[in-house]
C-alpha cells in the first residue's frame, strides 16, 4: 500500500465519524508491517471530554488486536490546510510509533504535509523515561 492509498483509507475511515455537536469530521488510517490497514474517525460524546480523536481510535483498534508494529499513519479533514493531530494524540502516536515513522496530514482539498512522529512531538516523554527513572 502507497502512501496515496493510505490517504483514501483515511477518507473511509472519516465517513463514520460521529460529530453532532462539532460537525467537524476526522479520518486516520494506520498501516502495519504487515501491510493491514486499521481506520479511525472521531466519536464525540455528549459529554464533550469523552471524544476520542480519529488517530487514537486508529491506534486503539489495531493495538486491541495485538497489532504492535507500524510504518505510516495518515490523517484527513476538512481543515483549510494539512490537518494536525491535537496534543493528546501526538503523545499516544510517539507511544506507539517510532520517531522517523511517516504521517501524512492531509485534507479534502489534496493538500499533504509529510512530516514524522518526532517532528509532532519533539521531546516527547517515553517507555524510555519511566524505564531509567530513578537511576
Ligand atoms: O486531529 C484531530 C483534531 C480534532 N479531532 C476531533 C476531536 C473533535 O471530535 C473534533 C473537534 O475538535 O475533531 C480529531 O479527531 N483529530
Ligand atoms: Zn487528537
Same mark, same amino acid.
Given at each position: 500500500m502507497d502512501?496515496?492509498?493510505? =490517504?483514501?483509507?483515511?477518507?473511509?475511515?472519516?465517513?463514520? @465519524?460521529h460529530v453532532p455537536y462539532s460537525k467537524f469530521k476526522v479520518g486516520a488510517s494506520?498501516?502495519?508491517?504487515?501491510?493491514?490497514? *486499521?481506520?479511525?474517525?472521531?466519536?464525540?460524546? @455528549?459529554? *464533550?471530554? =469523552?471524544?476520542?480523536?480519529?488517530?487514537?481510535t486508529a491506534i486503539f483498534?489495531?493495538?486491541?488486536?495485538g497489532e504492535k508494529e507500524f510504518t505510516a499513519l495518515a490523517v484527513v479533514a476538512d481543515t483549510d490546510g494539512p490537518c494536525a493531530p491535537c496534543g493528546a494524540c501526538r503523545q499516544v502516536i510517539a507511544e506507539f510509533c517510532?520517531?522517523? =515513522?511517516?504521517? *501524512?496530514?492531509?485534507?479534502?482539498?489534496?493538500?499533504v504535509q509529510e512530516t514524522t512522529v518526532r517532528e509532532l512531538l519533539p521531546g516527547a516523554f517515553t517507555p524510555e523515561d519511566l524505564r531509567n527513572a530513578g537511576k
Open positions: 502512501k496515496h492509498q493510505l =490517504m483514501e483509507e483515511s477518507k473511509i475511515g472519516r465517513e463514520n @465519524a494506520l498501516l502495519t508491517k504487515d501491510g493491514k490497514v *486499521y481506520r479511525g474517525c472521531n466519536i464525540e460524546n @455528549a459529554s *464533550y471530554s =469523552m471524544t476520542n480523536c480519529a488517530e487514537r483498534k489495531a493495538v486491541s488486536e517510532a520517531p522517523d =515513522m511517516p504521517v *501524512y496530514l492531509t485534507n479534502l482539498k489534496g493538500d
